[in-house]
Nanobody, 127 residues
Framework: QVQLVESGGGLVQPGGSLTLTCAASGRTFSDYDMGWFRQAPGKERQFAAAITWPGGSTYYADSVKGRFTISRDNAKNTVYLRMNSLKPEDTAVYYC????????????????????WGQGTQVTVSS
């Protein structure tokens, strides 16, 4: 089992920045690819960003590319999502997720391929 706990959400004005943190515990953090998904009210949970083990490759949804940066600190069992130039449409609950490292990179963007999920953290972008 891997337990994931997100933090860092909150209310921010358009154009502002936030950094989300996902702390992992339980089984070893190694050999897990990590992802961030988000779910806006009334919508399905959607892929935002992912990073492979041990951190060589990153992937982003087109909607966040160039504004969000995913990173990981394996010594601290932590994954981060730095969000810049935030827009009202970025408002959502953000979830951290983990899946066993897999050579098929397409799996990183598939919600059903993740084995563990955090409880989510709310991000609201509004003036």
């Amino acid at each position: 089992q891997v337990q994931l706990v997100e933090s860092g959400g909150g209310l921010v004005q358009p154009g502002g920045s936030l950094t989300l943190t996902c702390a992992a515990s339980g089984r070893t953090f190694s050999d897990y690819d990590m992802g961030w998904f988000r779910q806006a009210p009334g919508k399905e949970r959607q892929f935002a960003a992912a990073i492979t083990w041990p951190g060589g490759s990153t992937y982003y949804a087109d909607s966040v590319k160039g504004r969000f940066t995913i990173s990981r600190d394996n010594a601290k069992n932590t994954v981060y999502l730095r969000m810049n130039s935030l827009k009202p449409e970025d408002t959502a609950v953000y979830y951290c997720a983990a899946q066993r490292a897999n050579p098929n990179r397409a799996y990183l963007m598939v919600r059903g391929k993740y084995d563990y999920w955090g409880q989510g953290t709310q991000v609201t972008v509004s003036s």
